[in-house]
């Protein structure tokens, strides 16, 4: 699902063309229409149906793309470790949505918004670049522009959409008319991503922020966007009001294609955000927040909405890859 947002996405991209499809050796040599069922609306395959997909083999890859290609991974974790390094060690630019490589201290796990000065741990040649957890993500950007504030501590429980599993995903019998607590690892990479995400140099090295966060998933009958209620404790001591008026003076400033502007969007209903009027706020790469309020126990709390497929994977993956165009960092 995520492979069909980032094709549908560069399809109509104006500094990307798609070059190669790869998959596995199961679907090597046949055609993108007859590897993979289509499951988006709009035109089919976008309109790279015909495309041939051949074998993800690196060498392959260096040889078809050239020095500094770009691969957008949005591969297993089992297929990402096996290909990602290696696509990298042959001196290819990995952009990748999974999270075999999130966590490992020469790979950013970047935000354009939030942190690009994480891309200074790249190595030369070749470089893998990871955007964050679905999850991860909406609160990692509703944090930084209170980081002034000095976050200390937090806790976060999320409700995640079904398209979160991929296709064919939950089964209909766990999914209707019920909601289940996650039984993968979400919660582990909730409580962990975002730390690193927000985290500074020191001495050279990438320090995670400090800040201790304990997480809940739960996935809910829901197409798109994952909501988040996020309970923080700062050491200034914030009213909602002082929340607000920093994300509302937040300004990245970036002038990239995908990028947002505002990056986040403040609704004022008490029934909102919600994923069916909120999820593709600025076609989906918007962060939407909501119901900031005291909490009696930290001090301050919101709910945050992102696009899972969109902001959470294949969105912010082709807003990784803008920066490193950019940056100059690939051609």
């Known amino acids: ?6 094709v549908r996405r560069l399809a109509a991209h104006p500094w990307f063309r798609v ?12 055609a993108y229409q007859d590897a993979a ?16 997909v051949v074998d993800a083999d690196p060498d392959d890859l260096r040889r078809r793309l050239g020095p500094r290609g770009i691969v ?13 390094r290696a696509c990298a060690g042959v001196g290819l630019a990995v952009v990748t949505n999974a999270g075999a490589n999130r966590m490992a201290p020469d790979v950013p796990l970047l935000i354009p918004e939030v942190n690009p000065q994480m891309l200074g741990l790249l190595p030369e040649g070749g470089f893998i670049v990871a955007n964050p957890n679905c999850t991860a993500m ?13 976050w200390e501590a937090a806790t976060v429980a999320s409700w995640q959409a079904v398209s ?4 064919p995903g939950e089964s209909a019998y766990d999914m209707l008319g019920n909601a289940h607590p996650h039984a993968g690892d979400e919660e582990e990479k909730l409580a962990a991503e975002p730390c690193r995400i927000l985290g500074e140099f020191v001495d050279g090295a990438w320090q ?5 966060l304990s997480a809940r998933c739960v996935r809910v009958p829901v197409v798109d966007g994952h909501l988040v209620a996020v309970h923080a404790r700062f050491r200034d001591r914030p009213t909602p009001d002082d929340v607000m008026d920093l994300w509302r003076s937040w300004e990245p400033g970036l002038d990239l294609p995908s990028a947002p502007r505002p990056p986040l969007r403040i609704s004022v209903g008490r029934d909102r955000p919600s994923a069916r009027w909120d999820a593709d706020a600025g076609d989906g790469m918007a962060v939407t927040t909501g119901r900031v309020e005291v909490c ?23 807003l990784n890859a803008e920066l490193l165009v950019a940056r100059g960092l690939v051609p």
Request: aromatic fraction near 8%; glycine fraction near 14%.
């Open 37 to 52: 069922r289509w499951h988006y609306p709009g035109e089919a395959y976008a309109g790279l149906g015909s495309h041939p």
């Open 164 to 167: 979160g599993a991929g296709w």
């Open 1 to 6: 699902m995520v492979g069909q947002q980032m």
């Open 19 to 30: 070059e190669v499809l790869t998959a596995s050796q199961r679907s090597t040599g046949r």
């Open 296 to 318: 009696p126990v930290l001090g301050v709390k919101w709910f945050a909405l992102a696009h899972n497929t969109v902001r959470g994977a294949a969105g912010a993956a082709l």
């Open 138 to 150: 909406p609160v990692a950007m509703t944090l930084a522009p209170l980081r002034s504030l000095g």
């Open 72 to 84: 957008f991974s949005a591969l297993d974790r089992d297929a990402a470790e096996r290909l990602e």
């Open 208 to 212: 995670p922020h400090s800040a201790g």
